[in-house]
């Protein structure tokens, strides 16, 4: 079936550093999104990238959909955002269930 | 801006109660999927209807069934519940004109079976 993989599994993160969270996926996707999975169990929806890069204040986001991968970069992390990443595929032809990886386990620690 | 509004945010029942969770999707959305995340896990798609019809579906076991109404909203209805049904739910809606099926989630249902 149609896997989509998260690395690392676990982060642990001196707050003001940096890093970089990967996903691949096995089919192209129409679109892929990340997500972030506050302590509090609320998915906040990160970004929509299905290709390309964007940003948004100290995330930002590349998908390469030819090779199949996306990353997703945390500048100067900060104590909120701890808690859990995931990379999700929708795939084509319309009312698409979206398919989590497992996610990137985030801790932040002052 | 609008978004998903689930009902209740928390619900606790006993062995082989029932229970109904609700999902209101964003105006104009015509699609809404269910989702369930047990405890460490990633959340893993049910089903999902477009147009008051099933459109998909997935790991949903039998003693649940959802519907679409006419106003969009949807229902799920969990029967005999188990322990193990014990998770998070999420409602995500989107709307069929939208190319790339972006998919919004709402703020889920906390399920304890005791």
């Known amino acids: 079936g149609i896997q989509v993989e998260q690395s690392p599994p676990d982060l642990i993160l001196q707050e003001g550093a940096n890093s970089t969270l990967r996903c691949n996926f096995s089919?192209?996707?129409?679109?892929l999104q990340w997500f972030h999975q506050n302590p509090w169990g609320q998915l906040i929806n990160l970004f929509y990238?299905?290709?390309g890069t964007k940003q948004n204040g100290r995330l930002s986001a590349t998908t390469v959909a030819t090779e199949r991968y996306s990353l997703l970069y945390i500048s100067s992390s900060q104590t909120t955002d701890s808690g859990v990443y995931f990379c999700a595929r929708i795939g084509w032809g319309g009312y698409q269930k979206v398919t989590f990886g497992i996610g990137t386990k985030l801790q932040v620690i002052p | 801006a609008a978004g998903v509004i689930q009902s209740p945010r928390h619900l606790i029942k006993e062995k082989r109660e029932t229970a109904t969770l609700k999902c209101y999707p964003i105006p104009r959305h015509d699609t809404v999927y269910w989702y369930q995340q047990g405890p460490g896990q990633d959340p893993q798609f049910l089903i999902s209807?477009?147009?008051?019809?099933?459109?998909d579906k997935g790991s949903i076991p039998d003693r649940f069934s959802a519907q679409q109404f006419s106003d969009y909203h949807s229902e799920l209805n969990m029967s005999s519940l188990e322990l193990g049904d014990s998770a998070l739910y999420f409602c995500a809606s989107s709307f069929s004109g939208s190319v790339l099926d972006e998919q919004y989630f709402g703020p889920g249902t906390r399920l304890t079976v005791t």
């Open positions: 990238i299905p290709s």
């Open positions: 209807f477009y147009e008051k019809m099933q459109s």
């Open positions: 089919d192209s996707v129409n679109n």
